[in-house]
T-cell receptor, first 112, second 113 residues
Framework: SQQGEEDPQALSIQEGENATMNCSYKTSINNLQWYRQNSGRGLVHLILIRSNEREKHSGRLRVTLDTSKKSSSLLITASRAADTASYFCATEEGSGTYKYIFGTGTRLKVLA | ETGVTQSPTHLIKTRGQQVTLRCSSQSGHNTVSWYQQALGQGPQFIFQYYREEENGRGNFPPRFSGLQFPNYSSELNVNALELDDSALYLC????????????FGPGTRLTVT
């Protein structure tokens, strides 16, 4: 079963615009991670936010976490065609297990 | 590139056959996790190996089995293949006590006909 649910399922924007995708999860977490996947290949780790953090930045990425609502959002600013990919949130089952439960993903298409 | 490699890249098998997929973990990582990703879905956790022992399993039947070797590389074996086993199989390596980040290989695309 999927722990996280990303919203929207698909998003299409113009280059230069911002892209926001959301993730909801069901159980308490220690951290939440966002991954990117290009064309059905391996996943690339983007950013990790711990349960005691509310916001984190990495380059053009901004992640927020609201543990009271069990939700997170990923914002990509000034999007580029190369950002076209699927984006997944992942939460860890238990603590320190390294067993991650992934959401269903948001498929982002950035039009040049 | 993460340093995690998987082989083969693509594989076509017939229903009822058996398959072995291989994964070489990133240098220094002693934990390997395997995931199944059906088309249009997120990865689903199959099992994890830590220091050659299974260290947790997802909701997959016993015909999914694995091994981890002393060099921390790993194999995923699937017996009695079914059409629904068609998917991208991903392995990820990590190092307990590290940054919680998993490093994924490029995956093996398995098609069962």
């Amino acid at each position: 079963s999927q722990q996280g649910e990303e919203d929207p399922q698909a998003l299409s924007i113009q280059e230069g615009e911002n892209a926001t995708m959301n993730c909801s999860y069901k159980t308490s977490i220690n951290n939440l991670q966002w991954y990117r996947q290009n064309s059905g290949r391996g996943l690339v780790h983007l950013i990790l936010i711990r349960s005691n953090e509310r916001e984190k930045h990495s380059g053009r990425l901004r992640v927020t976490l609201d543990t009271s609502k069990k939700s997170s959002s990923l914002l990509i600013t000034a999007s580029r065609a190369a950002d076209t990919a699927s984006y997944f949130c992942a939460t860890e089952e238990g603590s320190g297990t390294y067993k991650y439960i992934f959401g269903t993903g948001t498929r982002l298409k950035v039009l040049a | 590139e993460t340093g995690v490699t998987q082989s083969p890249t693509h594989l076509i098998k017939t229903r009822g056959q058996q398959v072995t997929l291989r994964c070489s973990s990133q240098s220094g990582h002693n934990t390997v996790s395997w995931y199944q990703q059906a088309l249009g879905q997120g990865p689903q956790f199959i099992f994890q190996y830590y220091r050659e022992e299974e260290n947790g399993r997802g909701n997959f039947p016993p015909r999914f089995s694995g091994l981890q070797f002393p060099n921390y590389s790993s194999e995923l074996n699937v017996n009695a293949l079914e059409l629904d086993d068609s998917a991208l199989y991903l392995c990820a390596s990590s190092s307990p006590g590290g940054t919680y980040e998993q490093y994924f290989g490029p995956g093996t695309r398995l098609t069962v006909t």
